[in-house]
């Protein structure tokens, strides 16, 4: 699937968005319902005025995550720009993230195991693909379907020792992923 942004489609008539359930320094992630089907969605709503510095890493996420296809990744469904807001609709794990399950007390061995291997499985996905994904936490992952989750990502190459410290993500909202060159 290409990476295009829908400008001539108002995402309202697509999409009714809900509450909010996350934000960072670029934006706010909304729980949403696709008007079609019926299904819950995460939309990513970004000011592109506010944003113009990050513009093209923008771009590069929603090219890098609309070409991503495993039942072990967030999929990606669209982007539409409504006015000055970028809309970046994905598929919503509503099982919260792996730090949501750990708030109530430790977790059995054998969730952190079932846990460990989806999240091994996402990431062989990644690295077959020559990406890696720079900021795995508690916060990056779905139990509920079992999912890395990517609410930002990064074209960048992955740094390397002579590299400046690691540039932030395009939201800071969730994941940071990069491309990386076949070895």
């Known amino acids: 699937m290409a990476a295009e942004m829908e400008s001539s489609v108002d995402?309202?008539?697509l999409y009714t968005?809900?509450?909010?359930?996350?934000?960072?320094?670029?934006?706010?992630?909304?729980?949403?319902?696709?008007?079609?089907t019926?299904?819950?969605?995460?939309?990513?709503?970004?000011?592109?005025?506010?944003?113009?510095?990050?513009?093209?890493?923008?771009?590069?996420?929603?090219?890098?995550?609309?070409?991503?296809?495993?039942?072990?990744v967030t999929k990606y469904y669209g982007s539409y720009l409504h006015g000055s807001d970028l809309w970046i609709v994905?598929?919503?794990?509503?099982?919260g993230s792996c730090a949501d399950l750990m708030k109530p007390g430790p977790l059995a061995e054998v969730e952190i195991a079932i846990m460990l291997k989806e999240l091994l499985l996402g990431l062989t996905y990644l690295?077959?693909?020559?990406?890696?994904?720079?900021?795995?936490?508690?916060?990056?992952?779905?139990?509920?379907?079992?999912?890395?989750?990517?609410?930002?990502?990064?074209?960048?190459?992955?740094?390397?020792?002579?590299?400046?410290?690691?540039a932030r993500s395009s939201s800071r909202i969730s994941a940071s992923l990069a491309s990386s060159p076949p070895p």
């Open 11 to 13: 995402p309202t008539t």
């Open 17 to 36: 968005k809900q509450e909010c359930i996350g934000g960072g320094s670029f934006g706010k992630v909304y729980k949403g319902l696709c008007r079609r």
């Open 38 to 72: 019926g299904r819950t969605v995460a939309i990513k709503v970004i000011d592109v005025e506010n944003a113009e510095d990050e513009v093209e890493d923008i771009m590069g996420e929603i090219m890098i995550l609309s070409n991503m296809n495993s039942p072990f």
């Open 90 to 95: 994905m598929e919503f794990c509503g099982g």
């Open 127 to 166: 690295h077959d693909d020559h990406k890696l994904h720079r900021d795995i936490k508690g916060t990056s992952q779905s139990p509920q379907p079992p999912r890395l989750c990517f609410h930002s990502a990064n074209t960048s190459q992955p740094p390397t020792s002579s590299s400046p410290p690691m």
